[in-house]
């Protein structure tokens, strides 16, 4: 796989991106760029460049950073030991390179750009362990199918105190009453996140402080760059407003955990690949199903990397917990959506955390789904009812799931070896972290009774 940025079609793709880039930077109204890119787990990564510095250096070799912050789980530490980077590595440089379709005014500091850009090694070769990365290369294996994805995803997140305490104890979803209780960090989000991203809506979600932020279905990369500009920006308009918002995937017990769905969508020549046939699902959307179902307690890791992700997985939550497939059904996993207009009708997702990282997540996805067209396998027939008790259960820990992907020679072929055992080595760490501390509860439950 080569960068787009190499190609011929780029660089005519890219022309109007740099004269009007060229045009801010000359009447001065860009001062400072963010050179933006993911790490493992999804945290927002970068450097602020000198507005006059940026365009030499973003068409030549890029910015360089250590590879290490490639390698690093949830709090930072460098994980030693992966295939793609490590000590005997010496950890090298790599460079970010920006991609200037995605350049973007940052809303909260007047004069900044922020542009997402791809990963390259010293021979400029995508990095192996960059997540966009991994994600193009599902999109160049979809392509070569014949197809482009369309993914929408839906963001859930709590508004807290800054020690993380709830803002409001009412958990009514939709609430407008509920939502004007938040504001003006709402508004702040609503505007903000208008701003910076393709945002459909905003709405209070089913717990306390609890937000979802929906984004306009577009192409594959598109959604994940906006999902991963949707978590940047959050954070910095709660932190503004002394809130915090957090992305953790089960933060209470007694509440509902915050979720990442993908509404998948295939394309071909522009027109809708899964309409419908006779008001059913077309072979195409068949196959599709089928591969996340056959794959999907492999791909589950990819968006449930940390060991909290996997409190979700519980009956009656409106997280799935099983296995299972159905129609516009929210205790399924796998929930089709067929609508009389063919653009419509899709395919939602709706096992991944929001805590994920969203280019890992819509790559899995993406990765099952081709698996499926590749197969062309049709699922058992759509369920109904209750699903909560019928199907194979999800991994019902972060220990089986990292155990379960590394098993999965189909979906580490498509996504790239390296890169599938470079993560699940990573999210092993935090297993590893996680089972070596004695917790409260065990305290509690046996400190006095043993």
């Known amino acids: 796989m080569t960068l787009a940025a190499d190609t011929t079609d780029s660089d005519a793709a890219t022309e109007e991106p740099v004269r009007a880039l060229s045009e801010r930077l000359a009447d001065g109204s860009l001062t400072e760029i963010e050179v933006a890119w993911s790490d493992p787990l999804g945290h927002a990564q970068g450097k602020r460049i000198p507005a006059a510095q940026f365009l030499e250096r973003a068409q030549g070799s890029g910015f360089a950073f250590c590879e290490a912050a490639l390698g690093w789980n949830a709090d930072g530490t460098v994980v030693d030991g992966l295939r793609l980077t490590n000590w005997a590595g010496g950890y090298p440089d790599v460079y970010a390179v920006p991609d200037l ?8 500091r007047p004069g900044v750009g922020h542009v997402v850009s791809d990963i390259v090694t010293h021979d400029r070769t995508p990095s192996l362990l960059d997540p966009r990365a991994v994600l193009r290369r599902v999109l160049d294996r979809l392509a070569a199918l014949g197809y482009t994805a369309k993914v929408g995803v839906e963001l859930e997140f709590y508004l807290l105190n800054p020690e993380g305490t709830a803002l409001q104890a009412d958990i009514h979803a939709y609430s407008l009453e509920n939502a004007n209780a938040l504001d ?52 910095e308009v709660a932190r503004r407003h002394g809130t915090l918002a957090s992305f953790m995937a089960k933060p209470f017990t007694e509440h509902s955990g915050s979720s990442a769905h993908l509404h998948i969508s295939l394309w071909r020549d522009e027109e809708p690949a899964f309409a419908e046939v006779d008001g059913t699902e077309n072979d195409l959307a068949q196959f599709a199903i089928a591969g996340l ?20 997985f519980v ?28 653009r419509a009708t899709r395919i939602e997702l709706r096992t991944g955390g929001s805590d994920a990282n969203p280019y890992w997540l819509v790559a899995s996805a993406l990765a099952a789904v081709v698996a499926g067209i590749e197969a062309g396998r049709r699922p058992e027939p759509a369920l109904a009812g209750n699903l909560y008790g019928s199907g194979t259960p999800l991994p019902d820990s972060l220990a089986v799931a990292v155990a379960l992907t590394t098993q999965d020679d189909t979906i580490a072929e498509i996504l790239g070896r390296d890169s599938v055992a470079d993560f699940a080595t990573i999210a092993r760490s935090e297993w590893a972290a996680y089972s070596g501390q004695v917790t409260d509860w065990e305290r509690r439950r046996y400190l006095s009774t043993s």
């Open 101 to 108: 379709s995605t350049l973007r005014e940052l809303p909260w």
């Open 184 to 235: 003006p960090v709402l508004s702040d989000l609503y505007d903000t996140l208008g701003a910076f991203t393709r945002l459909e809506g905003i709405q209070s979600e089913y717990g306390p402080g609890q937000v979802e932020a929906n984004l306009v279905y577009t192409d594959a990369l598109e959604a994940a760059d906006d999902s991963a500009r949707l978590k940047y920006a959050a954070k």
């Open 293 to 312: 179902l056959e794959h999907l307690p492999s791909i589950t890791l990819f968006g449930a990397h940390s060991v909290n992700a996997y409190r979700r």
């Open 315 to 342: 009956p009656d939550s409106f997280a799935p917990a099983t296995v299972t497939w159905s129609r516009d059904n929210r205790s399924a996993a796998v929930r089709s959506l067929l609508d009389h207009d063919p």
